[in-house]
């Protein structure tokens, strides 16, 4: 029984799926349709329900998260390449990593080069990670990953193959890769 509702599940949204007879203009798409509108939608409810509820446990937020992975796995990190990578505003990693400090999590260096004075502007900035912060990404990361594994398996191994290459193949489209801090969340 519950094979033959799938079946007709899916005969429904391939009815009513206006990507199906999708003219090049695109005039029969509302927004709602727009597959920005909906990839956005669903990034939004797999972080309300998935992501910000183990968050929640560590007492964490997302991009605090977001830095922690990234650090974690790439650290000692320029704060330039943090911001690259994470693909977050320069101001929100700046406040983020400067609440993280203060929490033990990261540490922040100024580079400084010899004979520089202390008025030198855009001196480069490392971002590593302190041993408190290692102990806390190392806590989070199997209950991330569980999380993310019960989601994808509520997907059939066929779903999960062509989910995965269709998301390549949109970011090729774009001409980006995803990023290492995009699999963080």
Avoid: H
């Avoid at 972080?47 to 929640?56: N, Q």
């Avoid at 690259?84 to 033990?104: C, P, W, Y």
């Amino acid at each position: 029984m519950a094979t033959s509702r799938k079946k007709q599940s899916r005969a429904q949204s391939k009815a009513v799926c206006p990507w199906v007879k999708l003219p090049p203009s695109g005039s029969n798409l509302n927004v709602e349709d727009f597959l920005s509108f909906r990839v956005t939608r669903l990034s939004n409810a797999l972080r309300t329900s998935i992501t910000k509820r183990y968050l929640a446990e560590f007492d964490l937020s997302l991009p605090e998260w977001r830095l922690l992975a990234l650090v974690a796995r790439f650290a000692p990190m320029r704060f330039s390449e943090v911001t690259s990578r994470s693909r977050m505003d320069k101001g929100q990693v700046s406040r983020t990593l400067r609440a993280m400090a203060k929490r033990g999590l990261t540490k922040m260096k100024t580079l400084r080069s010899r004979g520089a004075s202390a008025e030198v502007l855009a001196a480069p900035v490392m971002v590593s990670i302190t041993s408190k912060g290692r102990n806390m990404y190392r806590a989070i990361l199997p209950v991330a990953r569980r999380r993310q594994a019960e989601m994808l398996m509520t997907l059939s191994v066929r779903d999960r193959l062509e989910l995965y290459t269709i998301i390549d193949k949109l970011f090729a489209t774009l001409g980006q890769q995803p990023t290492e801090s995009d699999e963080a969340e």
